[in-house]
């Protein structure tokens, strides 16, 4: 990883806000994910990344700030400014070991397709020692920051990292979103899940794990019965019972290989990694969030008790320091 940022505070200006639901934010004519990675590299004329070199994720602990108003200061309609609150959402891949796993395995993959086709590392482009990941498809969009004048920094190229294996097609890599059915069906698509393809490359254990305990002990040994003071049989079988069924399936979701097709799993879903409150009696609203691999979706929404039929939509600005960058545990 390069040297911690010393520009390490970035603006992007929100564009419309709705009041039905929550809007994908749009910064710098773009509406699309934030990639502090990106946004860091132009700023601080440095290569950032989502991994080491050794392929191990990173995490982008980052202070948003969200004011309830543009560059320009002007900010909601008059007439619901009274009564007027936005909610700033940030979502992201989740921080544990199966996506720790799953980027560090990926990297030794991505390694090994260049040994096998005679690719050396002094042949590769100058910031192609990481692999770059999208958000949730394909080729994802990404948002930019603005300067102080409130125009958007026009920056270079960000190229999504693509892989290849077995002279398929190249493919992409994604954070959060339905995997793929690789256990009954050649991979052919444009993006691949990490978590669910790394859970599938696994040997998956069956629902029911304890056959140890569920073939003993016997609920009536007459060996135990005889070594045994308590002579209340009744209570000693619903013991053993609870000793074969309790705490004996792991709390996590177990992929089932015989379910061809089914893609969606916990593994694949963003989590909310935090939010922060702005009103008009607010100067403003503060979190500090986690960010795994520095990519994130933010999404806002305003809220207000007066009628909205026939006012325009609120806009906002958000200022993202990044506080730290470390390794994930999982």
Not at 84 to 107: D, E, I, P, S, Y
Not at 282 to 303: E, K, W
Request: charged share 20%; aromatic share 8%.
């Amino acid at each position: 990883m390069a040297k911690f940022p010393t520009q390490n505070k970035l603006t992007y200006q929100t564009g419309d806000i709705s009041y039905g639901g929550y809007t994908q934010v749009t910064s710098g004519g773009v509406t699309g994910d934030l990639c502090l990675p990106k946004d860091l590299s132009m700023l601080n004329r440095r290569g950032y990344a989502s991994t080491t070199r050794k392929g191990v994720p990173l995490v982008y602990r980052t202070k948003f700030d969200f004011y309830l108003h543009d560059e320009d200061g002007a900010y909601g309609p008059p007439s619901v400014l009274d009564n007027l609150m936005v909610t700033l959402k940030v979502a992201g891949a989740q921080n544990n070991w199966v996506m720790r796993n799953a980027v560090v395995k990926f990297h030794a993959g991505r390694e090994k397709m260049f040994r096998q086709a005679g690719v050396r590392k002094g042949d590769r482009g100058a910031y192609a020692n990481e692999i770059r990941y999208n958000y949730d498809a394909a080729n994802d969009s990404w948002l930019g920051p603005i300067d102080a004048g409130g125009d958007a920094f026009t920056g270079g190229t960000w190229d999504v990292t693509n892989l290849s294996y077995e002279g398929d097609t190249a493919f992409q890599l994604m954070l959060v979103g339905a995997g793929d059915d690789e256990h009954s069906d050649a991979f052919s698509g444009s993006v691949l899940s990490i978590g669910h393809s790394y859970l599938l490359s696994r040997s998956n254990q069956l629902s029911d794990t304890n056959l140890q305990i569920n073939e003993g002990p016997a609920q009536f040994s007459v060996l135990q019965n005889m070594l045994d003071d308590n002579d209340n049989t009744a209570t000693d079988s619903v013991i053993t019972t609870d000793a074969r069924d309790d705490q004996d399936n792991p709390p996590y979701e177990v992929l089932d290989m015989s379910a061809s097709g089914d893609t969606g799993h916990d593994i694949t879903e963003p989590v909310e990694l935090g939010r922060c409150l702005s009103s008009a009696n607010a100067a403003v609203g503060s979190t500090i969030v986690d960010i795994p691999f520095g990519l994130a979706r933010l999404t806002a929404r305003a809220y207000t008790s007066e009628s909205t039929s026939g006012v325009d939509s609120v806009r906002g600005l958000i200022h993202a320091e990044v506080l730290d960058i470390y390794e994930m545990q999982g």
